[in-house]
């Protein structure tokens, strides 16, 4: 059974940070391309930050870059997002993806809130 299972959601200030967590199990994730999404209340689902299955390559939406990093380590099938300079817009449930050809997970999610 394949399980990803989100971590590292929290309360914050304006301007702190956080490192989620997204760890697999059930599947190997380094033939994944991987990806964080999030969901604000009354809001759809978005795409973040994506990553290849190497890493090599990495991608990230308008209103994160240069405050979010997207990373893999493929050795403990565990993927990260590192969230720095929290804005209150940021708030919402972080959730992780993984695809593979027509194979396709969702983790649970993990809450994000941030107060200004």
């Known amino acids: 059974q394949v399980q990803l299972v989100e971590s590292g959601g929290d309360v914050v200030q304006y301007g702190g940070s956080l490192r989620l967590s997204c760890a697999a199990s059930?599947?190997?994730?380094?033939?994944?391309?991987m990806s964080w999404y999030r969901q604000a209340p009354g809001k759809e689902r978005e795409l973040v930050a994506a990553?290849?299955?190497?890493?090599?390559?990495?991608s990230y939406v308008d209103a994160v870059k240069g405050r979010f990093t997207i990373s893999r380590d493929n050795g403990k099938n565990t993927l990260y997002l590192q969230m720095s300079s929290l804005k209150p817009e940021d708030t919402g449930r972080y959730y992780c993806?993984?695809?593979?050809?027509?194979?396709?997970?969702w983790g649970q999610g993990t809450q994000v809130t941030v107060s200004s």
């Open positions: 993806h993984a695809r593979w050809v027509v194979r396709n997970y």
């Open positions: 059930g599947v190997t994730l380094s033939r994944y391309a």
């Open positions: 990553i290849s299955s190497t890493g090599e390559n990495r």
